[in-house]
């Protein structure tokens, strides 16, 4: 079943029972105290719950973003604005009117977290905004101020659409679209308590550039991709990656059938990830989907009709605990229409065994070994329970007439067995406890192989890089070496030229010239004449 209708709604505050009402995995809408007034309807905007209140900040209505903080109290199940003034070292984004009570920055598609007593919105779009890095705003819940932080580092460019999770005091950014339009996939890291920027470089394989995806931290140690779109598919996949070696990784999935889907929003509770709304360019996705994180199984927790109000994109979804039970939270998006309402659902308490998170050869090599020592160690264990029960038995079952001397040998025997099982047994347990550290020196060498062979295949690439500029050089060499020779056979048949020249022009003046004899005969004629 999908959402309540109207008049299966569950009031809160003074007027009703509030969340405790809420149903077991169906989405029941949550309806305002009588006479408050609700906040405009909304897509793409941000949402947090603290202190039993639901922060809403901006979003996108009518092409139009929106600046304004509204505020659910779910004690009195009222709407309230919450106005904000610049704090007094704020370093605003327009300069020039920092003066007055200026209002928070229009934002959509922008990204927050709870981080202390203050509410942290990074990236989206704003047209206020002339930076092409990306900002950061600080809202003070105690004081009802906001200021814009100075961050440093290398601080990453402008987007929307990206994902935001908070691990420890570090903010990790992941994707989202540019200011022009431009997909992108690149992870940033920023610190909270130094506020540097921080660009992570990672292994080969992550997930294709996208936006309107949904990220999770699982175990402080895993994030979670999934969904999204580019401009032109939507995604389904999920990928994986590991915040110490910084692999990303895409684990098989078991279960339900997911459909593509962008624009969802999703949360966390202990190892299930909830995802609710979203769409694929053609309708809003109807399903409400959990993953276990430990095993990667998903399931379909409940469905609404196409032209629910949840099958939307660009809502948000957060949880809050009441009285020990814990509650999803639904507000905002469009499908069709702007949505400003509240729907809550109680997840149902879901059990998972045998967790199978990332299982590498070597790790299922040495889960296997273990398992056969633990194995020996139960059989063991079981067959020397076997003999005690047995001896038990022998013993009463023992005629009153046998020997007492019998009795004795037969007990002592028993028990020189069991001895030995027992001795037995502690061998066992001491090479299982050998196993185990071979199995952990067989990860450290593993790690430090690892490692080896990424330095050796970096090497090899820069020898590839080495040998293919010296293969450039030997083809320019042997270019110009056939060029040289061309040129010698030339120069040698000019030179033969040259000398048969010469030889003609040599052989042609002394025909002309007669020799010496012929010039002093004809001298002497002269002068004859003379």
């Not at 809408?29 to 941000?46: C, D, E, F, I, V």
């Not at 339009?181 to 540097?196: A, G, N, P």
């Not at 027992?422 to 066992?428: G, P, Y």
């Not at 030179?495 to 002497?524: N, P």
Request: glycine share 8%; aromatic share 6%.
């Amino acid at each position: 079943m999908g959402v309540e209708e109207e008049e299966g709604a569950i009031n809160g505050g003074e007027e009703g029972p509030g969340l405790a009402a809420a149903p077991h995995d169906r989405w029941v809408l949550l309806r305002p105290a009588q006479g408050s007034a609700r906040p405009s309807a909304r897509y793409k905007h941000a949402a947090e719950v603290v202190q039993d209140k639901l922060y809403v900040v901006g979003g996108s209505r009518n092409g139009r973003s929106l600046s304004d903080v509204q505020v659910f109290d779910f004690r009195t199940s009222k709407w309230s604005a919450l106005l904000l003034s610049p704090s007094r070292d704020s370093n605003q984004l327009n300069l020039e009117n920092n003066a007055g009570n200026q209002p928070f920055p229009a934002l959509a598609s922008h990204s927050m977290v709870k981080w202390r007593n203050m509410l942290l919105v990074v990236a989206g779009n704003s047209r206020a905004s002339t930076s092409n890095k990306v900002s950061v705003w600080f809202i003070d819940l105690e004081t009802n101020s906001w200021s814009a932080v100075d961050t440093y580092g290398k601080v990453p460019m402008a987007r929307g659409g990206q994902s935001v999770t908070l691990v420890g005091s570090r903010l990790i950014m992941f994707g989202g679209e540019d200011n022009k339009r431009r997909l992108l996939s690149d992870l940033h890291v920023l610190d909270l308590e130094t506020m540097i920027w921080e660009e992570v470089k990672t292994e080969k394989g992550g997930p294709a550039p996208r936006y309107d995806h949904s990220a999770a931290v699982y175990a402080e140690h895993y994030l979670l991709i999934f969904g999204g779109s580019s401009h032109s598919t939507c995604f389904n996949d999920l990928y994986l990656l590991d915040l110490q070696s910084l692999e990303w990784s895409q684990p098989d999935t078991q279960g339900a059938h997911i459909t593509p889907r962008s624009g969802h929003a999703g949360m966390m509770i202990d190892e299930n990830w909830y995802i609710v709304g979203g769409g694929d360019n053609a309708s809003g996705s109807t399903d409400t989907i959990v993953m276990n994180a430990s095993k990667f199984v998903w399931s379909v927790v409940t469905t609404v009709s196409v032209r629910d109000r949840l099958a939307c994109e660009g809502l948000t979804l957060c949880s809050t605990t009441v009285d020990g039970e814990k509650f999803l939270i639904a507000f905002g998006g469009y499908n069709g229409k702007y949505n400003n309402e509240i729907f809550v659902m109680k997840p149902k308490p879901r059990n998972f065994v045998q967790p199978r998170l990332f299982q590498s050869p070597a790790a299922a090599a040495a889960a296997a070994s273990v398992k056969a020592a633990y194995a020996v160690i139960t059989a063991t264990d079981e067959k020397t329970k076997d003999i005690v029960a047995t001896d038990d038995l022998d013993v009463k079952r023992a005629e009153p007439g046998s020997s007492s001397k019998q009795m004795v040998a037969e007990i002592d025997a028993l028990n020189g067995e069991k001895g030995e099982l027992e001795s037995r047994l502690a061998e066992v347990r001491t090479e299982n406890s050998k196993l185990k550290d071979k199995l952990d020196m067989v990860k450290l060498s593993y790690n430090e192989l690892t490692k080896e062979l990424r330095s050796v295949e970096n090497q090899l690439a820069a020898e590839g890089s080495r040998c293919q500029k010296l293969e450039s050089q030997i083809a320019a060499a042997h270019k110009r070496l056939e060029s040289a020779s061309s040129l010698e056979n030339e120069l040698e048949a000019l030179q033969q030229q040259i000398s048969q020249a010469e030889q003609t022009m040599t052989t042609s003046q002394r025909r002309k010239s007669g020799g010496v004899w012929k010039w002093v005969g004809g001298s002497a004629e002269v002068s004859d004449n003379e």
